[in-house]
């Protein structure tokens, strides 16, 4: 990855492996062949994941993070510090997501998704209502 030249997300798309069954708290080793960490990017990095399932919740409290799905589709959760809003996502649709706001994806068939993310991340498997 060299700063100043062509990614090609084909190619990068190419060599992931796509995981069918996310679950909430699943290990980083088994999460490593879907997602590809592509660039650095301020205080964070572009990343790419290909996968089906469930996250965890995680925040960023250094700065938005910038979501696009490229194909499929996903449901993106935010949670307000008030109430939960649910955001389906498309392909070539898009979303930011406010600096410190805790969110999880359900994705019932599959996504590739490209994300802008600050970090650290920070995760949980509790819903954050429950802080």
């Known amino acids: 990855m060299n700063k100043g030249e062509p990614i090609s997300l084909r190619k990068a798309f190419g060599r992931l492996t796509f995981l069918p069954n996310r679950t909430p708290g699943m290990p980083d ?5 879907a997602f590809a960490r592509l660039a ?6 572009v990343f790419i994941g ?3 399932g469930n996250s965890e919740w995680e925040r960023h409290g250094a700065g938005d993070e910038i979501v696009y799905a490229l194909d499929g589709e ?3 959760f935010v949670w307000t510090g008030n109430e939960e809003r649910a955001h389906r ?3 070539g ?3 930011v997501v406010p600096q410190g706001y805790w969110h999880r994806f359900e994705t019932p068939e599959h996504v ?12 949980r498997l509790a819903h954050p209502r429950e802080t």
């Open 74 to 76: 996903t449901t993106l």
């Open 93 to 95: 649709e898009m979303i």
């Open 89 to 91: 996502l498309s392909a």
């Open 50 to 52: 290909h996968y089906a």
């Open 40 to 45: 650095d990017y301020r205080d964070g990095a």
């Open 112 to 123: 590739k998704i490209l994300s802008v993310t600050p970090q650290p991340t920070d995760h």
């Open 29 to 33: 080793e088994a999460l490593d062949a």
